[in-house]
């Protein structure tokens, strides 16, 4: 059963896969009069309107994605294990809930936090919330996948293909669905937002008992519609424009498929859960096999890496040692004993 929002004490957490609509649901509800704990992120090219993230939550996550070994899009079932198990250290949990009652104090009853790293975390966040008598709420925004890595491959680079970011984004989004039942939670399309933003904002406003939605004024909902700009979805893409395997593509599309019905008024229905676990196995079954068959080549990789670090006595490899580097005429002009402290000094700097 999801649990009983108290009198007090809100806090929203915005999730969902990067790129998806989470920064345009975040900088919302602070319009409307939510507290975004600050300092910000600072709008760039890539969201010239603003992220709606704290820079301190930020800083944390990226943090324990290095302790943890662990990537923001990850398309790994494992690193959910492997960042799961932060969330039971109890320095790191109560430096959070430090943190977010600081927030409490400063910001108001009603906080929304939003960070696309955060969906690895949630069980940390969770347990802070509960600690600061405030019971979780969780938005996730629901943009189509092709859509997804098609702006992350546009305002990203291209470090990671396509088939990559495809197969982070249903490792994400499923396993961030399943972290949040039980809890109080809304789904929000994107494309929603944009048409008509007053209908799943006020929506949540009363799912969520927020007065700052509530009791909006005129002219806070007239900053939010100068704030929401439909031009800002710059990347549409489809399948025919995506190369992907099949059974990833089609894992992919039917993942979308039944999350999209949860956007929809009582679409959070238990025969959507139990076909969204059905997927996520399914996923976790192609990775697992993806990943015995490349084997070979990631023992390659990982001897090649071992070739090239130099060891212990082995110079590493270059045009030669300090004096050698100098022309033969000269070096000869050098003393014997001058020539070996170049070598030492040299090879100290290197």
């Known amino acids: 059963m999801p649990e009983t929002l108290p009198a007090k004490r809100r806090v929203v957490f915005v999730v969902g896969s990067g790129r998806s609509g989470t920064s345009t649901m975040s900088c919302t509800l602070q319009t409307l009069g939510m507290h975004v704990p600050q300092p910000e992120v600072d709008a760039d090219e890539t969201n010239p309107?603003?992220?709606?993230?704290?820079q301190w939550v930020v800083d944390l996550h990226e943090e324990?994605?290095?302790?943890?070994?662990?990537?923001?899009?990850?398309?790994?079932?494992?690193?959910?294990?492997?960042?799961?198990?932060?969330?039971?250290?109890?320095?790191?949990?109560?430096?959070?809930?430090?943190?977010?009652?600081?927030?409490?104090?400063?910001?108001?009853?009603?906080?929304?936090?939003?960070?696309?790293?955060?969906?690895?975390?949630?069980?940390?966040?969770?347990?802070?919330?509960?600690?600061?008598?405030?019971?979780?709420?969780?938005?996730?925004?629901?943009?189509?996948?092709?859509e997804v890595v098609g702006s992350k491959q546009q305002y990203y680079g291209s470090k990671f293909g396509e088939?990559?970011?495809?197969?982070?984004?249903?490792?994400?989004?499923?396993?961030?669905?399943?972290?949040?039942?039980?809890?109080?939670?809304?789904?929000?399309?994107y494309d929603d937002m944009l048409t008509d933003w007053t209908i799943p904002l006020f929506g949540i406003g009363?799912?969520?008992?927020?007065?700052?939605?509530?009791?909006?004024?005129?002219?806070?909902?007239?900053?939010?519609?100068?704030?929401?700009?439909?031009?800002?979805?710059?990347?549409?893409?489809?399948?025919?424009?995506?190369?992907?395997?099949?059974r990833l593509r089609d894992i992919a599309e039917e993942s979308w498929q039944n999350l999209n019905k949860l956007a929809d008024d009582g679409g959070d229905t238990p025969a959507v859960h139990d076909r969204l676990d059905e997927l996520r196995a399914a996923y976790a079954e192609m990775y697992?096999?993806?990943?015995?068959?490349?084997?070979?080549?990631?023992?390659?990789?990982?001897?090649?890496?071992?070739?090239?670090?130099?060891?212990?006595?082995?110079?590493?490899?270059?045009?030669?040692?300090?004096a050698d580097r100098l022309p033969h005429g000269i070096r000869a002009m050098v003393p014997a004993r001058a020539r070996r402290w170049l070598r030492r000094a040299f090879g100290k700097q290197r």
Request: charged share 25%; with cysteine; aromatic share 8%.
């Open 288 to 322: 697992d096999e993806s990943e015995a068959i490349a084997q070979s080549t990631a023992v390659a990789a990982r001897r090649e890496g071992l070739a090239k670090k130099p060891g212990p006595n082995v110079l590493p490899p270059g045009p030669g040692r300090g």
């Open 206 to 246: 009363q799912q969520f008992d927020l007065d700052a939605v509530k009791s909006a004024s005129a002219n806070d909902i007239r900053k939010v519609h100068a704030f929401i700009d439909p031009s800002l979805r710059r990347v549409q893409l489809t399948w025919d424009e995506i190369e992907v395997p099949v």
């Open 49 to 54: 309107k603003g992220f709606g993230e704290p």
């Open 64 to 146: 324990l994605l290095q302790r943890c070994n662990v990537q923001v899009s990850d398309a790994r079932p494992s690193a959910w294990f492997e960042a799961g198990k932060l969330s039971t250290f109890e320095p790191l949990r109560t430096r959070l809930h430090t943190w977010l009652e600081s927030q409490f104090v400063e910001g108001g009853t009603e906080v929304v936090i939003k960070d696309p790293r955060m969906a690895w975390f949630l069980g940390l966040w969770r347990s802070a919330a509960l600690r600061c008598d405030a019971v979780p709420a969780y938005v996730t925004m629901l943009r189509p996948v092709t």
């Open 163 to 189: 088939v990559n970011r495809t197969a982070a984004w249903v490792n994400m989004m499923l396993h961030t669905e399943r972290s949040t039942r039980g809890s109080a939670r809304a789904f929000v399309r």
